[in-house]
C-alpha cells in the first residue's frame, strides 16, 4: 500500500444535528437541566448538608425523566461532506437571481454566491445521508423533502440555518487534530 492509498482511505467528514420536535417536551428538559446546574452548585460547596445532596439527587431524577422523554420527539440529521464536483454543480444550478444581485448591490454588499432560496434545501439534501425520526431511520432526504422543511411554517429560521450550517460544515470545515503525544521510542 502507498501513502496516496492511505490519504485516499480518510473518511469524509460527518456532522450531527439533534433538533426537539416538541417545544414543549424541549423546554422542560432546559429548566430541568436548570435546576439539576442549580443543586449541584448548592451542593458542591463546601459543608453542603445532607438536604442540599438529596435535593440535587431528585434534580438528577427530574431531568433524567425530562431527557427521556425527549428523547422519543426528536429528529437526528446526520450531513456527511459533499464532493468539490457537487459543491460546484449545486453553486452552477443554483445562481443568484438577477433580483438578489440587484438588492445586494443597493445595499453595498457583495453580491450572493448563491440563490439563498433555492441552494440550501439542495445541499441539506445533498449532504444528508441519515435522518432518525420517531418514526423510524430514513437513509438522507430528496430535495422536495428538503425543501418542504426549509418553507414549512413549523421550522424557524435558526433550525433550518442549523441544518444548513451542518451540511456547510461537513464541507468546508474539518475536525481539528489533537496533539498526540510523541510515540514510545
Sequence with gaps: MSAIDDLLQKRPEERTVVLPLDFELAHAAAQAEDRLNQAKAMSDRPGATVEAISVTEDRQAEYDKAVEALRGQTATFTFRSIAPQTWDELKREHRPSESQRTEARKQGQAPPEWNEETFSPALIA????????????????????????????????????????????????????????????
Excluded: H, Y
Design 126 to 185: 445533498a449532504a444528508c445521508i441519515k435522518v432518525i425520526t420517531p418514526s423510524g431511520e430514513q437513509p438522507g432526504l430528496s430535495i422536495d423533502e428538503a425543501t418542504k422543511l426549509w418553507t414549512s411554517d413549523s421550522w424557524n429560521k435558526s433550525e433550518r440555518a442549523e441544518l444548513f450550517n451542518a451540511a456547510l460544515s461537513a464541507f468546508v470545515a474539518r475536525t481539528r487534530m489533537i496533539d498526540l503525544p510523541k510515540a514510545p521510542a
